[in-house]
């Protein structure tokens, strides 16, 4: 987690650094920090807080100018919170300034030795142990800054994209990674680079970005250009520039009051954004490279294991259902954290894929790395183009959500759905297990689908009327079954996320065997209760919380007239295929925690202790 900004080149880096920082709140907002070289001497400000806290900060601390800055905001992994611990940081000289994205494992020997070398700390940071290395590697062997780096980094068992810079030859900037991305902006001419997380920092300097690949290290040079090599032996790489397919449009807010809000509403261009050149209702087909080169494999599986975490898991449970439902096909889902170290079963012929919207989680990224060890053919599907999971991965296939910037998944949820649900539909024609007339109309509803996710939104008022009655209440419950139950998962996780009120998700037939005993007159319960599925039965379990005082909140299907009548309150979704539910029944869970967080006066695109791509396990 945590963002990196750096600029080297002709203009004023600050306004860069800033503005890019708050680009990359997403990863991380507990504090932030800036290094400027201002022609003469190195100006460091930095602060617990946010970017906006760093900049009320800098106003009074440091003169702002200089062509060479680097900047980072910061999701707490060694050390709390707090000025002293925020990035940058100096070597002890003073002379070299480092900003680090990830974590140094062996950071307490590598501290020891240095101490016993004379180094003191400040902070409890693993970063500020690196740079100090870096600076003690620069003495003793008496190189140049890039091969310092480069010997440090050797010595390192963990996870970096890093930055830094020596005050006393600030044309030159050295970048590296492993395991945390890290892009390089190129500006025309060649004569000004920028350096990010994620390239959303310096889309409107320049369109060229080389991203770094795990294990390789960049020299900058200011008008000089840029050298990379492998870290750990030392052969130099082929700078490969990509011409970015994002523009700025698609990063801004664009009217709405948060991103979280933006993304649910661009669901519905989303959705079809990812069957889009896929689905071919025409032809009666569904074409997906990434699954037509490697048909063999998933129709020879053993089984299809699917890892993931968060929202993504759930998205995976939704696709287990899908999956067995249609292409009979035996699935497992785990979540990745679990399923890379319980030293699970994994066979030649057993398919794994890792569902990340980001493509850079720890976990998922491991239990790849393990599942390809054991011969498993890996299938990634990930929404960041180029990501570490998409590259790492045998083959995949993108969502197409377009870049998803508040903290709590929306648009990543539904559009990975919908690539599962793709992907499920060509297997099942491939294995014959679906129907012709069953395969044509589900193409047919797939591709009504936007449409009906723009009536499911109509409802944002009622939504809005009801978040306004339990938006003060502790607990609530959310309740589905089969294909909902996963949604009623996922429902829970984004309240708790975002309005910090705690919720369970649960199949709604499980609640008699444990969480009845929480219902009473101030326990909300949502029970997803769409016309074809189980809607009888999910009925009686309405009966059942009815008869205990519970306040009912049922999103039901248009024209239901059942649940009306003994729901306190009900929101509609238009009727659908009950595989592709899920793809309806989201929609009101997301505004219904949306409404409450910003009535409680949260903050819902960065919401405490969490960051948008978790990139520690
Ligand atoms: C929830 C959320 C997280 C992520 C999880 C996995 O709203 O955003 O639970 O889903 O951290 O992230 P990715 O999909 O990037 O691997």
Redesign the pocket.
Same mark, same amino acid.
């Given at each position: 987690m945590c963002g990196i900004v750096g600029y080297i080149g002709p203009r004023e880096a600050y306004p860069i650094i800033i503005e890019g920082l708050k680009r990359l709140e997403y990863r991380g907002y507990d504090s932030a920090g800036i290094a400027l070289f201002d022609g003469t001497d190195l100006k460091v400000s930095k602060t617990k807080g946010k970017v906006a806290d760093l900049e009320d900060r800098s106003d009074k601390e440091i003169s702002k100018t200089g062509n060479v800055g680097i900047g980072h905001t910061r999701w707490a992994t060694h050390g709390v919170p707090n000025d002293v611990n925020s990035h940058p940081h100096l070597s002890n000289s003073g002379d070299l300034v480092i900003i680090h994205n990830g974590i140094i494992e062996n950071y307490e020997s590598l501290k020891q030795e240095l101490i016993s070398r004379g180094y003191t700390f400040k902070s409890d940071t693993d970063t500020e142990v690196l740079i100090n290395l870096i600076e003690d590697v620069k003495k003793k062997e008496n190189v140049k800054l890039g091969k310092a780096v480069q010997i440090a980094l050797n010595q390192v068992i963990g996870a970096y994209a890093i930055a830094v810079f020596d005050k006393n030859k600030p044309e030159e900037v050295v970048v590296a990674r492993l395991g945390s991305p890290l892009a390089i902006g190129i500006g025309e001419n060649e004569d000004e680079f920028f350096i990010a997380s994620d390239a959303s920092p310096f889309l409107e300097y320049t369109k060229n970005a080389v991203y770094l690949e795990d294990e390789e290290m960049a020299v900058i040079r200011f008008h000089k250009g840029i050298k990379i090599r492998k870290i750990h032996d030392d052969s130099l790489v082929d700078t490969y520039v990509q011409e970015l397919q994002i523009n700025l449009e698609q990063i801004e807010k664009g009217g709405y009051d948060h991103f979280m809000l933006k993304e649910i509403h661009e669901q519905p261009k989303a959705i079809k954004d990812t069957y889009r050149g896929r689905l071919r209702r025409n032809d009666a087909i569904i074409k997906m490279a990434g699954v037509e080169d490697n048909m063999k494999k998933f129709l020879n599986a053993n089984r299809i294991i699917i890892v993931?975490?968060?929202?993504?898991w759930h998205a995976g449970l939704v696709a287990e259902y899908i999956f067995e439902d249609l292409a009979r096909i035996p699935v497992e889902v785990e979540y990745a954290s679990e399923f890379r170290y319980r030293n699970p079963v994994i066979r030649e012929d057993d398919v794994l894929i890792a569902?990340?919207?980001?493509? +850079?989680?720890a976990d998922?990224l491991a239990a790849i790395k393990l599942a390809k060890s054991k011969g498993a053919f890996v299938f990634g599907v990930c929404n960041v183009v180029g990501s570490s999971i998409a590259r790492e991965s045998d083959a995949g296939a993108y969502t197409h959500a377009g870049p998803e910037i508040g903290?709590?998944?929306t648009k990543?949820f539904t559009t990975q759905i919908t690539v599962l649900t793709l992907i499920a539909l060509r297997l099942a024609r491939a294995k014959g297990t679906i129907s012709s007339s069953d395969f044509r109309q589900h193409l047919l509803e797939l591709e009504m689908i936007p449409k009906k996710v723009e009536k499911a939104l109509e409802s944002d008022e009622n939504i809005k009327k009801i978040s306004a009655v339990y938006k003060d209440v502790s607990n609530f419950l959310y309740l589905g079954r089969g294909y909902n139950f996963p949604v009623a998962l996922e429902g829970a996780?984004?309240l708790k +996320?975002i309005s910090y009120i705690h919720a369970e998700g649960y199949p709604a037939a499980e609640m008699k065997h444990g969480p009845i005993a929480l219902i009473d007159e101030n326990m909300p319960i949502v029970v997803i209760a769409t016309k074809k599925g189980h809607y009888e039965k999910v009925v009686s379990n309405i009966q059942e919380i009815k008869s205990r005082k519970g306040k009912i909140i049922g999103i039901v299907t248009e024209g239901d007239v059942q649940v009306k009548q003994l729901a306190d309150h009900v929101i509609e979704v238009p009727e659908t295929l009950e595989s592709l539910s899920p793809l309806l029944t989201t929609i009101p869970l997301q505004l219904l925690s949306y409404h409450i967080a910003v009535m409680l006066d949260k903050n819902v695109d960065q919401p405490r202790n969490l960051a948008?791509?978790?990139t520690v396990e």
């Open positions: 993931a975490c968060g929202t993504s569902i990340s919207q980001s493509g +850079e989680t998922t903290v709590a998944s990543a996780l984004k +996320e948008k791509s978790v």
